[in-house]
């Protein structure tokens, strides 16, 4: 099966740092998603991004899908973006989705 | 907005005895999925349905599992025997592109 690496595993910042995530998968794909985790564990939708770069307020994200990776970035971060970040990747025609092992990120007043 | 809701958000049932995790997805979405989560862990890809029937499971949906989609709207996840290690959060999603999740139900297994 598709194996879905993220980096880096912990994260701690400063608030109003900025951070960029990496998700990398080891086959080709049609579907990527990227998610923020809560710390009550909810899973918060950020993008669907087979490929291209979208950007929703604070955050950005990059699909490069020809080289088989993805990127999340933010800036300026705030506490309120502590949590866990997943990355998850799927075929059309072949509904099983891959989740990455995910960033914990924790930002520090 | 529509949302996908999961019911219970928490079940606390026997080793032994058969569970139900109830879901209603969103409604004009095609495909529906189950995940789990064990604490601390990532999220773990269970089965997809399309169009009544599974589409794909993983190798830990074994005979234990099954899903229904009894009425048109709900979607459910039944585990027949429970064990201990089937204590995790369960999540439901649907999609027609992107996938939207449930809130999750937490199953612990006595």
């Known amino acids: 099966g598709i194996q879905v690496e993220q980096s880096p595993p912990d994260l701690i910042l400063q608030e109003g740092a900025n951070s960029t995530l990496r998700c990398n998968f080891s086959d080709s794909v049609n579907n990527l998603q990227w998610f923020h985790q809560n710390p009550w564990g909810q899973l918060i939708n950020l993008f669907y991004i087979p490929s291209g770069t979208k950007q929703n307020g604070r955050l950005s994200a990059t699909t490069v899908a020809t080289e088989r990776y993805s990127l999340l970035y933010i800036s300026s971060s705030q506490t309120t973006d502590s949590g866990v970040y997943f990355c998850?990747?799927?075929?059309?025609?072949?509904?099983?989705?891959?989740f990455g092992t995910g960033t914990k990120l924790q930002v520090i007043p | 907005e529509p949302e996908v809701t999961q019911t219970p958000s928490h079940q606390v049932t026997q080793m032994g005895q058969e569970v139900i995790l109830r879901c209603v997805p969103i409604s004009n979405h095609l495909y529906f999925y189950w995940y789990r989560q064990i604490l601390g862990q990532k999220v773990e890809f269970l089965v997809s349905?399309?169009?009544?029937?599974?589409?794909?499971k993983s190798e830990i949906f074994d005979d234990q599992f099954s899903v229904e989609r009894p009425d048109g709207s709900n979607f459910t996840l039944k585990i027949r025997s429970t064990k201990l290690e089937d204590s995790a959060m369960y999540f439901c999603a649907s999609s027609r592109n992107e996938q939207f999740f449930g809130p999750g139900t937490r199953l612990t297994v006595l």
């Open positions: 998850a990747v799927w075929r059309w025609g072949y509904q099983k989705v891959t």
């Open positions: 349905f399309y169009n009544n029937e599974i589409s794909e």
